[in-house]
């Protein structure tokens, strides 16, 4: 079987109880639709979890792209952060990053080893910006927020990698008439009220961040039949 799973959000937890929902094999594929880090308080435990896990793939998100530009340029010994040593451009991202989610990340980065933070880092680095899945016939894309400047004349591999997590989806159009567009990023109640705590689906898009973040439920579909899993 080929599940997805939306914004995980350093929400451990609730991510080995779906497995144990969707009774999660050896054998099955799992995708995670981005932003595996910031919020919660177990983001770079979640990273290590799914770094040993060779059927799992993730794509890059917001969230994933700010921690794998900025923990590199944190200390390498633990210890507070000290404003002076990042010059001004540097500061202000961290500090940006600090107020979305960040600072429980970076707690838990420095208290790893030199060995463990080299792993995180690599891990990051290899997530592309998106997947393609065919399942039964069917092509999902599978990107956390989207397409941006979406161009149908274009080849997935002709956009920059950013245009997959930095802008949203337009729920309202239909990207691909023969594929389907599979995306996190953005809450499902924001595309339709009727969808709070739900999947979306409609004009072969299927939008699956349900706010696990922010008191909601982790989603996951099984690409093969349509089936939907939360967890609390």
Not at 69 to 79: I, M, Q, R, T, Y
Not at 169 to 196: C, G, M, N, R, W
Request: aromatic share 12%; glycine share 8%.
């Amino acid at each position: 079987m080929t599940y997805v799973m939306g914004d995980l959000h350093g929400m451990l937890d609730q991510f080995c109880d779906m497995l144990t929902k969707i009774k999660f094999k050896d054998s099955d594929t799992l995708y995670i639709l981005g932003d595996i880090v910031d919020k919660g308080a177990d983001s770079i435990k979640l990273l290590q979890n799914l770094s040993y896990r060779p059927n799992i793939y993730p794509v890059m998100g917001n969230h994933d792209k700010m921690a794998l530009d900025l923990l590199s340029k944190l200390p390498e010994e633990a210890g507070q952060i000290n404003p002076a040593d990042f010059d001004k451009e540097t500061l202000a991202k961290i500090l940006e990053w600090s107020k979305s989610g960040g600072m429980a990340t970076i707690s838990e980065f420095m208290k790893l080893t030199p060995e463990e933070k080299e792993g995180v880092l690599e891990y990051l680095g290899d997530i592309p910006p998106y997947e393609i899945s065919e399942v039964n016939g069917n092509v999902f894309i599978l990107a956390h927020a989207g397409i941006a400047d979406f161009d149908p004349s274009l080849d997935l591999e002709e956009y920059e990698p950013e245009a997959f997590y930095t802008e949203a989806a337009d729920y309202s159009k239909t990207y691909y008439e023969k594929f389907f567009l599979v995306t996190a990023h953005t809450p499902t109640e924001q595309i339709d009220p009727a969808f709070q705590d739900k999947i979306y689906k409609g004009n072969n898009h299927i939008a699956i961040e349900t706010g696990v973040s922010e008191g909601g439920p982790l989603s996951c579909i099984c690409l093969d039949n349509g089936r939907e899993y939360y967890v609390y």
